[in-house]
């Protein structure tokens, strides 16, 4: 049998007003709260088991916009060319648009995107979203075409408090660590040797096409061989693009001994980390969860065309974290594009742990709803009791009726 209900055979303008003013006062109350609040974030933090998460996040910043500097003021120790044209922040991070280790065409405003030391703060998200937490162990695979990246996820890392272990390739594309006298190599040893980044590369690679600078001249391999040497890290050398995967994940394996991995980060389009520019159009950007492994292989020209270091890691259930498309993820978390002025530390959403707006417009929304649903199609008992209370005034065409 089909239950009764009261409905009014039409909606009082008390009603009406009612769900007026409370639609104004939810607007106007999200429209007041500011979007950051210290005891909130403290809150949220805490629930992630961080509750000093956005503290952590700053000093990765700092650390990173520390790095920048002395980057810079080593490139003009060197002599190197810092063009206006291509790095108008004077960074000191563009590299130079052609050089003898250049592997593939770049694009410029995405390297310019990418040197803001708040990225930093940006890889610590996506690592906590990922379930890492301080003390876990990371695996890292990075290029010397995103030095700026490569220098924020160490941060990251470093001031979460994760262990990883790196592998790393010394070839760059435009705009990069492309300078043959200041590659990604010398990069990290210059960082590590003024105390400013702790760790290191367990092994690094030649890099470029099959990472191991396949169709580069002996000149040019010469040039990648030196700077590994310069670096003190041993050479990771492989015959074919399965042998480069086999020997990087024997190493991460190794490194790890009988712990697991709680995430693996890419940075840049490594051959052997993310499949080049097939795996990473496949795999896409931001947090990468094992269960999307048949999509990307689905997306892809075959599965195999995505065996990667990456892909790997999430068939063995490890989530990845790709930080490539890199104006998508400064769009995300509210960073500027390609800016033409330094960008201090602190700045963009990525800060905000969480908006208290979404809550406050989440329990707005809720009671909008609830109350639209009690006038349009009121329970028996709270009918009766307006009724009672005269609600429904006192012409019969007024008074709720009986529908099935």
């Known amino acids: 049998m089909k239950k009764l209900y009261y409905r009014p055979q039409k909606i009082s ?12 006062v939810t607007v106007l109350a999200l429209r007041a709260m500011p979007n950051q609040m210290a005891g909130w974030s403290t809150m949220v933090a805490g629930l992630y088991g961080i509750p000093d998460l956005k503290d952590r996040m700053l000093e990765a910043s700092e ?25 108008p922040a004077d960074t000191g991070m563009v590299g130079p648009s052609m050089s003898a280790v250049t592997t593939l065409p770049g694009h410029l405003a995405a390297k310019q995107t990418s040197i803001n030391p708040n990225f930093a703060a940006v890889a610590m998200r996506l690592l906590v979203d990922a379930g890492v937490r301080p003390g876990d162990r990371i695996a890292i695979g990075c290029t010397g075409s995103f030095p700026a990246l490569n220098i924020a996820v160490y941060s990251a890392a470093e001031s979460l408090g994760a262990r990883p272990t790196i592998i790393s390739s010394a070839a760059s594309s435009q705009f990069g660590a492309n300078s043959a006298d200041m590659m990604w190599p010398d990069m990290e040893k ?5 105390g400013i980044l702790a760790y290191r590369s367990l092994e690094i690679s030649r890099g470029g ?25 041993p050479l990771m050398d492989s015959i074919d693009d399965t042998d480069a995967i086999e020997r990087r994940m024997v190493a991460y394996s190794k490194a790890a001994e009988d712990e697991t991995y709680a995430a693996y980060i890419n940075v840049g389009g490594g051959d ?16 990468i969860t094992p269960k999307q492994l048949a999509t990307i292989q689905k997306k892809a020209s075959s599965p195999e065309a995505v065996d990667c270091v990456a892909t790997r890691f999430l068939a063995s259930g490890v989530p990845v974290i790709n930080m490539i498309n890199v104006v998508a993820l400064a769009n995300q978390y509210g960073l500027p594009i390609a800016s033409t002025t330094k960008v201090e530390v602190g700045q963009g959403t990525v800060f905000t742990i969480i908006d208290p707006r979404r ?3 989440l329990i707005g929304i809720f009671f909008i709803t609830a109350a639209t649903a009690i006038v349009v199609k009121p329970p028996h008992r709270i009918t009766k009791w307006l009724q009672r209370k005269g609600w429904f005034g006192e012409q019969p065409k007024d008074q709720p009726q009986y529908m099935v």
């Open 190 to 194: 210059l960082l590590a040797d003024e």
């Open 63 to 87: 650390r990173a916009d520390t790095a920048f500097d002395v980057i810079h003021a080593k490139r003009l120790e060197l002599g190197h060319s810092l063009l206006d044209a291509q790095d």
């Open 209 to 233: 096409f099959r990472d191991r600078a396949a169709g580069m001249s002996d000149d040019t391999r010469a040039i990648l061989d030196a700077a590994i040497e310069r670096s003190g890290v």
């Open 13 to 24: 303008s008390g009603s009406l007003l009612f769900l007026a003013a409370l639609s104004v």
């Open 359 to 361: 809550v406050l417009a």
């Open 272 to 287: 052997a980390s993310v499949g080049g520019t097939e795996g990473n159009d496949s795999i896409g950007e931001g947090l």
